[in-house]
């Protein structure tokens, strides 16, 4: 079964630092992979997907994501945090060979905190 | 706007009483979804249906209930049976068509539930 690790539940940065933001997923196959935001008592936002057209995504708010097969990672990253990132971040993989494309698997989700 | 629609956005529950929780959809999407979120789990499935009148248990069906009679609405029904059920809980769907695995799913901005 696939699973998605999320290292370090809480992170805090200075505004104006980078932000990363790990991800580490267990698949058979290269999945499909997401970065959604969730500000409180809200639904979660989409950032950026993989979908095996470009291993460096783009996302809104200035994030980006690189995803590594070696490394099993889809890292998310800001080069700047600003005080608006402030929030909680999930990580998501869906396998397209299980059928359960259907399915999202999430992490645990970390918590940013962006510190002046 | 497209979007899902949840509601209430807050919902206190008896003991021994059932209660609804109403998610409606404008996006056109096949697919549609619930989750429950606890602090530090992530988000767990509780249901998802593919097509209307069709619909599949997630990780944690137990003492919750579902019905897809239009393709619009999913409702969510959370039973007496269900002994632990103050959570977050989060509606998404899902375009259904070109490789349903890479297309990302859109949340509501989900019910809180809460026991009297």
């Known amino acids: 079964a696939q699973s998605v690790t999320q290292l370090g539940s809480h992170v805090s940065v200075s505004e104006g630092a980078l932000v990363l933001l790990r991800c580490n997923y267990s698949?058979?196959?290269?999945?499909?992979l997401f970065w959604y935001v969730q500000y409180p008592n809200q639904g979660l936002q989409l950032l950026l997907k993989?979908?095996?057209?470009?291993?460096l995504v783009k996302g809104i708010n200035g994030f980006e994501a690189e995803f590594k097969k070696s490394e099993t990672s889809f890292h998310l990253t800001k080069p700047s945090a600003h005080m608006s990132d402030a929030a909680e971040y999930f990580c998501?993989?869906?396998?397209?060979?299980?059928?359960?494309?259907?399915?999202?698997?999430f992490g645990t989700g970390t918590q940013l905190k962006v510190e002046l | 706007d497209g979007g899902i629609t949840q509601s209430p956005k807050y919902l206190f529950r008896k003991e021994g009483q059932n209660v609804t929780l109403s998610c409606e959809q404008n996006?056109?999407?096949?697919?549609m979804y619930w989750y429950r979120q606890d602090p530090g789990q992530g988000l767990r499935l509780i249901y998802y249906s593919q097509i209307v009148n069709d619909f599949q248990k997630g990780d944690i069906a137990e003492g919750y209930s579902v019905s897809r009679e239009k393709k619009e609405s999913f409702p969510l029904t959370v039973t007496s049976a269900q002994k632990n059920p103050t959570a977050f809980y989060l509606c998404?769907?899902?375009?259904?068509?070109?490789?349903?695995?890479?297309?990302?799913?859109?949340f509501g901005d989900g019910t809180r539930l809460s026991i009297l």
């Open positions: 996006l056109n999407h096949d697919a």
């Open positions: 998404a769907s899902r375009a259904g068509t070109g490789g349903i695995e890479s297309q990302p799913q859109h």
């Open positions: 993989y979908t095996s057209a470009a291993t």
């Open positions: 998501a993989v869906s396998d397209p060979l299980t059928g359960g494309g259907n399915k999202l698997t």
């Open positions: 698949s058979s196959v290269p999945p499909y």
